[in-house]
Every structure is written in C-alpha cells, then in structure tokens.
C-alpha cells in the first residue's frame, strides 16, 4: 500500500507532462540523482547516478563501473491524452468566456464533460524565460448538452466535434484575452504584458484514490503512462548494485501519444546522445559503442489493455490479461510493439527471477493495435525491445482504473532487468 500511495502522489504532483517531468527530477535528486547538462562539452560522471533533462523528457542512469560495455534500459513516456489550449485560446461566445482547445493524442472526447478541470503547464515571458504554471482550481468546464435538447443521446451515444462541442466555459462577461492574460500572469508570477507564449494543459482535479470493496483499484487520471514513470524511478533507485558492465537507464519520453517524432521523443536523438556521451566520458570508441548498443536490452514499459468485464469479447481468447494478476507481455506480428521470441524469453526469465506473475496480450486479428515508444527506439538504435506494461481499464480516459497489487510485481519486472 505505500507503494500505491506513492503513485498517488506521484500522479497529483504530475497534471501534465512538464509537471511529470519535474515531479521525476524531484523524485531523482531525493534518491541521489544529480543533473547533467546537455550543452556542457564536458560531463564528469563520478558520483555514478545522473539524469539528462530536455523539455518534459528525461534520461537518467546508474554508472556501477569504469567501462561499460552494455546498457538495460527501461523505456517510458510522460504525456498522456487531454485537452491543449490553443495560442490563442480565449475568446467569446454567447455571454461566456471559453477556451479553445485542441485534442492531444487518442482522448476519449466524451471522458471530459462536465468536469472540473485545472490548468497546468509553462508559459514564456518576452526575454525567454520561461515559468511553471499550476492553477489547481474549478477553472474550467465542458459542458455536456442537455437530454432535453439532445432526446436520442442514449441509444446513440454521444457524439462531439473536436472543434465545436469540446471548448471549456471559464467565466462570463468581461474582456476574455485580457483577463486570461492577468490569469496567466497570477499563475506564472510573468507580467501580462510580457507573456510571449504558453504550453498549457487541461487536466481533472479529482485526486487519485484508492478505491474498490478491499481498496483493490487505484482510479486516477495519468495512469497510461505515469505509472510506469513511476516504477521506472522506483525500479532504478534499487539498480545499484548488479554487473559492473551494464548501464542502467531510464528514459521518459514526451510526446509519446502523438507519435514520438520531436527532440524529446523516442523518435528524436535525445536517448542516443545521452547513451553515445556516457560511452565517450568513460573513454570508449565509436565502435566500443556501438557494440554497446548490440548488447543492450530496452523494456518499453507501457499500459497494457486488461479484459474489460463488459466486454470481454473485445479480447483475444487465449490473451485476456485481468485486472490484479500481474504485468502484462504485449506481441504483435506487425510490430506495433516490438517484442520477439529472443526478448520475450528474456521477459520470461525476469519474470521468473523476481517471483512475478506475467501475462500476455495479442489483440484480436480482427482489431487494430495501439503502439508505443518500442518499435521507435528498436529501429532507431538498433537494440532488442520487450514492450511490457501492467493492465489497466478504461485507458485514454479522463479518469482511468487500475488494480494496485499490480505495481508491486511490476516494479520487480523492471528492477530485475535493470540490475542486469
């Protein structure tokens, strides 16, 4: 249960993916991680813990000895699926005053009426300095139509335009770009008239819980991916002891929901030139490296879709994960994730070494598959990839739900692999 509180606070400290970032840079620095800086031509790695930060990704990694000669790394991502304001988001409308939003990565559209929603994220000041904002109050809303107005709603579903029908109330009356301006400026601690751009995101304040007969489920906004952000810090924190040869590593991604091709993606060079600078600071060649890099393991730890009770046919027969059963193993031929033969069997064996229950998940050949940050890096370094993830419901949702005896199992998985 510590280890579920944890993650809850993990999670409310993390409303959106820069938040996550720092809420990983503090999680690191308390367990003895210090910060590299990437523009240094120079990095001096002793101490042996280290993370390198751009924007809301980061890279961090244990240096057990002089000379590595391969890495274990643990792959993740810290955005998930919301609602984005605009650059020029407020404006208007009948009285009130509301945002216009874009739809990040996969959202369930319909999981965010009628909630209270947040704002978090940075904004930039003229001379480019740029400041965290966190407005954790009832500040906006997207209100759902009335069945009075929209009488077939439920035997047809509800069916919202992303331009249109997604836009969050947030006052009424008044001048809407000037008093967002001054709600920026309270917020950010930037005068209104020097703020030069933002990077915000809605989220629900509702606070993770626990929840269930016997506190079984944790219900949290965030869980598809923060959890595995989580038991990857959680994982690495214990990698200190294990083969002097092998680099630990953990790699939080952005961008993951809407395709990983950014600088701080998987998809960008960011976790190749944090791996190809370790090999150089301890004195190995260009081919020294790249042998590294043949050696090396990445687990791309995601969430992984647990058998809906509602739904079960939605599942492939033989490959219906449960909810409390353990993390999960996910195959598919057409390499959406990039597990083979070779790293399942490697799984297989973590699995067994840390006394943990593993399960497998093939979608159904008739359903499409979603994908991750795996495949990415395999074809962009070149190393063997395992996807991996612990079950969850009701993923890409506003409020999502998963068991808490899984964490425990899956922070082994991980941990295993990293000690190498």
């Not at 890495?71 to 955005?79: C, Q, Y």
């Not at 709600?183 to 629900?204: E, N, P, T, V």
Request: glycine share 10%.
């Amino acid at each position: 249960m510590d280890l579920v509180r944890d993650l809850c606070r993990f999670i409310d400290a993390s409303p959106c993916a820069a938040h996550a970032a720092d809420s990983l840079a503090y999680d690191l620095g308390r367990d003895g991680f210090h910060p590299l800086d990437a523009a240094s031509p120079a990095w001096d790695l002793t101490g042996g813990r280290f993370y390198v930060r751009r924007g809301a990704a980061i890279v961090a990694f244990v240096l057990r000895g002089p000379t590595p000669q391969r890495f274990r790394l643990v792959g993740a991502h810290t955005d998930s699926p919301h609602l984005r304001l605009k650059p020029r988001a407020a404006y208007a409308c009948e009285g009130c005053k509301q945002f216009a939003v874009e739809v990040y990565g996969g959202a369930l559209h319909n999981s965010w009426l009628d909630r209270d929603l947040g704002l978090a994220g940075t904004v930039w000041s003229t001379d480019g300095h740029a400041a965290s904002l966190r407005l954790h109050k009832p500040l906006a809303r997207v209100a759902q139509l009335a069945i009075h107005l929209d009488r077939k709603v439920n035997e047809e579903g509800v069916k919202l335009n992303a331009q249109t029908q997604l836009a969050p109330l947030w006052g009424l009356g008044g001048d809407p770009v000037a008093d967002f301006l001054e709600l920026l400026a309270q917020g950010s601690g930037i005068a209104a008239g020097d703020i030069a751009a933002h990077d915000l995101s809605l989220y629900d304040l509702t606070p993770a819980t626990i929840g269930g007969g016997r506190d079984e489920f944790i219900f949290a906004g965030r869980l598809d991916n923060l959890v595995s952000c989580h038991a990857g810090v959680q994982a690495l924190a214990h990698a200190t002891s294990g083969d002097n040869a092998t680099v630990p590593v953990l790699a939080c991604f952005d961008h993951e929901e809407v395709g990983s091709d950014s600088d701080a993606g998987a998809g960008g060079p960011l976790l190749a030139q944090v791996l190809e600078r370790i090999a150089l600071a301890c004195g190995l060649g260009r081919a020294q490296y790249l042998a590294a890099l043949a050696g090396s393991v990445m687990l791309s730890a995601d969430m992984a879709h647990a058998v809906h009770p509602n739904y079960p046919d939605r599942h492939e027969p033989r490959h219906k994960p449960q909810l409390g059963q353990g993390p999960v193993l996910k195959n598919n031929a057409n390499q959406r994730y990039a597990t083979t033969g070779a790293t399942a069997a490697h799984v297989r064996a973590l699995a067994k070494a840390a006394n943990a229950p593993l399960q497998d998940f093939v979608a159904r050949s008739d359903l499409g598959c979603g994908s991750t940050i795996g495949p990415v890096t395999a074809a962009a370094l070149g190393i063997a990839v395992a996807d991996i993830g612990a079950p969850m419901l009701s993923m890409h949702s506003a409020r999502e739900c998963m068991a808490g005896a899984d964490l425990a199992p899956y922070v082994a998985v991980l941990a295993a692999h990293l000690r190498g």
